[in-house]
DNA sequence: GTCCAGGGAATCA
DNA sequence: TGATTCCATGGA
């Protein structure tokens, strides 16, 4: 249902209601370390930016409420696409619950969980900056990246700024960096952002590239993009691709709890864990991670 | 003061 | 290939 601006007084604004959804959940979508745009308001409804749309969310019985600006003039369609509401989420759980308890547990706990459509190139540089990071401190250099070098944006009233595009990147210094935060980070920024410009990497071509494999390869060039960050960018952003598997420190221990329980969690071979997730949860992995993800970290 | 955070790159065996 | 060490920064 889209309404049209006037009914709101903005004429900018739009509103679109997702009339009780089978797999939407605000807080598991938002804080289960996919994405860094998105704010809890103190009403419990989240605001958050992707491209130059920014919109909030509100819960109102079993509905959602979506409000906001949008480039495109199309909310619904760019709401459909982002929040990957044409996926059948609750096939993939119930596939992934039948593997053991494990996973039923944790998809229990994260049931509301869905990946997100976010662009390529912030997904890219949002995992580079997450690199030996926490994320509070994530969000906050992607808001200074984004207010000093993003397009402003206006929404009830307020400021917002859109992720910077690879242009508004290309003369900002390693030294204007480490100001805004990025520690040693501040180099890799610099060099990806001067290979994407340059056509070292094309990524309008890894979008089209159905490889996995090979695309993995090309974004292992990049600075500052190691497997674990590959197969981040791989799993949240458009490039989708389900069966790449994450390995981070909380991913390291909820498989040795699990599965391989080595006295030494920090001993266990990154080997092991890819060719069990490989064989536990096949083309589903990088769910199944995201899942047991969550319910390590929050439960 | 110490430890840790959704790791990567350089170095060395 | 595989293991170690260093890398800024800020909060606990």
Same mark, same amino acid.
């Given at each position: 249902?889209?309404?049209?601006?006037?009914? +709101?007084?903005?004429?900018k604004?739009?509103?679109?209601?997702?009339? $009780? /959804?089978?797999?939407?959940?605000?807080k598991?979508?938002?804080?289960?370390?996919?994405?860094?745009?998105?704010?809890?308001?103190?009403?419990?409804?989240?605001?958050?930016?992707?491209?130059? &749309?920014?919109? $909030?969310?509100?819960?109102?019985?079993?509905d959602?409420?979506?409000?906001?600006?949008?480039?495109?003039?199309? *909310?619904?369609?760019?709401?459909?696409?982002?929040?990957?509401?044409?996926?059948?989420?609750?096939?993939? @759980?119930?596939?992934?619950?039948?593997?053991?308890?494990?996973?039923? &547990?944790?998809? @229990?706990?994260?049931?509301?969980?869905?990946?997100?459509?976010?662009?390529?190139?912030?997904t890219?540089?949002?995992?580079?900056?997450?690199?030996?990071?926490?994320?509070?401190?994530?969000?906050? %250099?992607?808001?200074?990246?984004? @207010?000093?070098?993003?397009?402003?944006?206006?929404?009830?009233? !307020?400021?917002?700024?859109?992720? /910077?595009?690879p242009?508004?990147?290309?003369?900002?210094?390693v030294?204007?960096?480490?100001?805004?935060? *990025?520690?040693?980070? #501040?180099?890799?920024?610099?060099?990806?952002?001067?290979? %994407?410009?340059?056509?070292?990497?094309?990524?309008?071509?890894?979008?089209?590239? /159905?490889?996995?494999?090979?695309?993995?390869?090309?974004?292992?060039?990049?600075?500052?993009?190691? /497997? !674990?960050?590959?197969?981040?960018?791989? *799993?949240?952003?458009?490039?989708?691709?389900?069966?790449?598997?994450? +390995?981070?420190?909380?991913?390291?221990?909820?498989?040795?709890?699990?599965?391989?329980?080595?006295? #030494?969690?920090?001993?266990?071979? !990154?080997?092991?864990?890819?060719?069990?997730?490989?064989? @536990?949860?096949? #083309? *589903?992995?990088?769910?199944?991670?995201?899942?047991?993800?969550?319910?390590?970290?929050?439960?």
């Amino acid at each position: 249902m889209l309404m049209e601006s006037n009914e +709101i007084g903005d004429k900018k604004m739009q509103q679109y209601i997702l009339k $009780n /959804p089978k797999t939407f959940n605000m807080k598991d979508i938002f804080e289960c370390g996919q994405c860094f745009r998105w704010n809890e308001q103190e009403d419990g409804s989240y605001t958050g930016i992707w491209k130059e &749309n920014v919109v $909030n969310i509100k819960k109102e019985g079993q509905d959602y409420i979506f409000t906001g600006i949008c480039k495109s003039g199309n *909310l619904e369609e760019e709401i459909k696409e982002y929040f990957d509401l044409n996926r059948d989420y609750e096939k993939i @759980k119930k596939e992934l619950s039948k593997i053991d308890e494990n996973m039923k &547990n944790s998809i @229990k706990y994260g049931e509301g969980i869905r990946i997100l459509n976010q662009d390529l190139w912030e997904t890219i540089i949002s995992f580079i900056i997450s690199a030996n990071n926490n994320i509070p401190r994530i969000k906050g %250099i992607i808001e200074r990246l984004s @207010k000093e070098y993003g397009k402003k944006l206006e929404f009830n009233g !307020k400021e917002y700024y859109a992720f /910077p595009t690879p242009e508004q990147l290309k003369d900002v210094t390693v030294e204007e960096y480490r100001k805004l935060g *990025l520690g040693f980070r #501040d180099i890799r920024l610099y060099e990806t952002t001067k290979m %994407i410009i340059d056509g070292k990497v094309n990524l309008k071509q890894l979008e089209q590239n /159905p490889n996995t494999m090979e695309v993995r390869e090309k974004l292992l060039t990049l600075s500052g993009v190691g /497997p !674990k960050v590959a197969d981040c960018i791989l *799993l949240f952003s458009a490039l989708k691709r389900f069966e790449v598997f994450p +390995i981070d420190v909380w991913v390291r221990r909820v498989m040795n709890d699990l599965y391989i329980q080595n006295e #030494d969690e920090t001993k266990v071979n !990154k080997k092991q864990i890819e060719n069990l997730a490989k064989e @536990k949860f096949g #083309d *589903l992995a990088g769910l199944a991670q995201q899942y047991l993800f969550y319910w390590r970290r929050e439960a």
